[in-house]
Nanobody, 122 residues
């Protein structure tokens, strides 16, 4: 079965950086686009970034554009979210998710990880 396991969350100060990783298994990782989303009690679920199957095309929400970078290593079945210039409003549980297609352009999501908590606080 598809399995996605996020890691790398933690407590950081505003302006700091954090790198999240997602280890994928149970499917042909290189055939599918991947997505990062985040969830807070106040904002709910928010899409933040998408990457196509090859890693050559990326998309970002305006709220994180210029600060976050999505990437993938298909040889290692790993998805990465590099987060820089973190703000308190970035505090959330971050999830990686599998898209249903290779393009990752607003496609559906059919698998989620357990999430990793990122807390940005002075």
């Amino acid at each position: 079965q598809v399995q996605l396991v996020e890691s790398g969350g933690g407590l950081v100060q505003p302006g700091g950086s954090l790198r999240l990783s997602c280890a994928a298994s149970g499917f042909g990782f290189s055939n599918y686009a991947m997505t990062w989303v985040r969830q807070t009690p106040g904002k709910g679920l928010e899409w933040i970034s998408d990457i196509n199957n090859s890693g050559g095309t990326t998309y970002y929400a305006d709220s994180v554009k210029g600060r976050f970078t999505i990437s993938r290593d298909n040889a290692k079945n790993t998805l990465v979210l590099q987060m820089n210039s973190l703000k308190p409003e970035d505090t959330a549980v971050y999830y990686c998710a599998k898209d249903t297609n290779a393009l990752g352009l607003m496609g559906g999501l059919d698998a989620w990880g357990q999430g990793t908590l990122v807390t940005v606080s002075p």
